[in-house]
């Protein structure tokens, strides 16, 4: 009698590695997956997170030592609030800081925000600048106009003699991801973009500019917003010094280009666009800043699956 021997045929094991092998690109394949749709969601929190931060640290403005250098924080009818004789203690400086400048926009397929501190003259020779307008009581847009809101600036007399942004925070959106405007209301009524046929279209070419800032009338941490043009932006915002202190994120433009490039309380809308190496299940994610909102929950994050979502119509 024969004796039969255990183990396991060519066949066998043949299909016990084919299987192995189907579940394990089978793990692969999901955790790749995964790890793009994780890689997403961090970006835009980030996007988020930045956004929020601006009007965190506008609540809690802490202004910089300049040593003795010369700083320029107001500009208004050719007068400016130039300072050389303080160290920017609190108490000791004409300059008063309002708030934040801030730019999100596009440049060379990179998307960033850039804030920097905002400065301006103080409540006596505001007041005596409004002594020229006949509006009583001040709105906020009017009251900062004359207070001559610009971005803080201190001068290097060094080798570069440059103005240099005070308080700067520039952050880029990780993963080559982009931020997309969405068109507004005054956009589409303007027939000026070719891009905006309704709200739900992508301004091309399209970045923000705001100001985040203490309402001298209320207290509270607001925003006043309007749309340029990137390569507006770009010049300005690509840099952290410039040879002119008059170079700045803050435009008065009084809407002679339009509706869309006034600054004022405004909700703006941005499209997520994901980068090298990311998936967006279910459609791009949202982000809305409510510009009659205060502080930092006037930016909300909107998923790709709710209604109001329009990044994905």
């Given at each position: 009698?024969?004796?039969?021997?255990s183990g396991?045929?060519?066949?066998?094991?043949?299909?016990?590695?084919?299987?192995?092998g189907?579940?394990?690109?089978?793990?692969?394949?999901?955790?790749?997956?995964?790890?793009?749709?994780?890689?997403?969601?961090?970006?835009?929190?980030?996007?988020?997170?930045?956004?929020?931060?601006?009007y965190?640290?506008?609540?809690?403005?802490?202004?910089a030592?300049?040593?003795?250098?010369q700083?320029?924080?107001?500009?208004?009818?050719?007068?400016?609030?130039?300072?050389?004789?303080?160290?920017?203690?609190?108490?000791?400086?004409r300059c008063?800081?309002?708030?934040?400048?801030?730019?999100i926009?596009?440049?060379?397929n990179?998307?960033?925000?850039?804030?920097?501190?905002?400065?301006?003259?103080?409540?006596?020779?505001?007041?005596?600048?409004?002594k020229?307008?006949?509006?009583?009581?001040?709105?906020d847009?009017?009251?900062?106009?004359?207070?001559?809101?610009?971005?803080f600036?201190?001068?290097?007399?060094?080798?570069?003699?440059?103005?240099?942004?005070?308080g700067?925070?520039?952050?880029?959106?990780?993963?080559?991801?982009?931020?997309?405007?969405?068109?507004s209301?005054?956009?589409v009524?303007?027939?000026?973009?070719?891009?905006?046929?309704?709200?739900?279209?992508?301004?091309?070419n399209?970045?923000v500019?705001?100001?985040?800032?203490?309402?001298?009338?209320?207290?509270?941490?607001?925003?006043?917003?309007?749309?340029?043009?990137?390569?507006i932006?770009n010049p300005?915002?690509?840099?952290?010094s410039?040879?002119?202190?008059?170079?700045?994120?803050?435009?008065?433009?009084?809407?002679?280009?339009?509706?869309?490039?006034?600054?004022?309380?405004?909700?703006v809308?941005?499209?997520?666009?994901?980068?090298?190496?990311?998936?967006?299940?279910?459609?791009m994610?949202m982000?809305?800043?409510?510009?009659?909102?205060?502080?930092?929950?006037?930016?909300?994050?909107?998923e790709?699956d709710?209604?109001?979502?329009?990044?994905?119509?």
């Open positions: 009698m024969s004796k039969q021997k396991f045929t060519i066949i066998e094991t043949m299909l016990f590695l084919a299987i192995t189907l579940v394990f690109a089978g793990v692969v394949i999901g955790t790749n997956g995964s790890l793009r749709s994780q890689r997403y969601r961090d970006t835009v929190q980030s996007f988020v997170n930045s956004l929020r931060d601006v965190s640290r506008a609540e809690n403005i802490e202004i030592d300049y040593g003795n250098k700083a320029r924080c107001g500009w208004w009818n050719n007068k400016t609030s130039d300072i050389s004789d303080v160290n920017g203690a609190r108490g000791r400086s008063v800081v309002y708030g934040l400048a801030v730019a926009y596009t440049n060379n990179e998307s960033y925000v850039m804030s920097s501190l905002l400065g301006g003259f103080d409540e006596a020779q505001t007041k005596e600048n409004l020229s307008t006949d509006s009583s009581p001040y709105d847009l009017l009251y900062l106009k004359h207070a001559g809101v610009s971005e600036f201190t001068y290097d007399a060094g080798p570069s003699y440059r103005w240099e942004r005070k700067e925070v520039k952050s880029k959106l990780l993963w080559g991801a982009k931020v997309h405007v969405l068109c209301q005054d956009m009524d303007s027939g000026k973009y070719d891009s905006c046929k309704s709200t739900d279209d992508i301004a091309d399209i970045g500019e705001m100001i985040v800032y203490r309402s001298p009338n209320t207290g509270s941490i607001e925003s006043f917003a309007r749309y340029a043009g990137n390569g932006i300005i915002a690509g840099k952290s410039t040879t002119n202190a008059n170079d700045s994120l803050v435009e008065f433009d009084d809407g002679i280009a339009g509706e869309a490039t006034k600054l004022k309380h405004r909700d809308s941005f499209c997520i666009e994901p980068g090298d190496g990311m998936s967006s299940s279910g459609g994610r982000v809305t800043i409510d510009g009659d909102a205060s502080g930092e929950n006037a930016v909300r994050l909107i790709a709710s209604e109001e979502n329009r990044c994905n119509n």
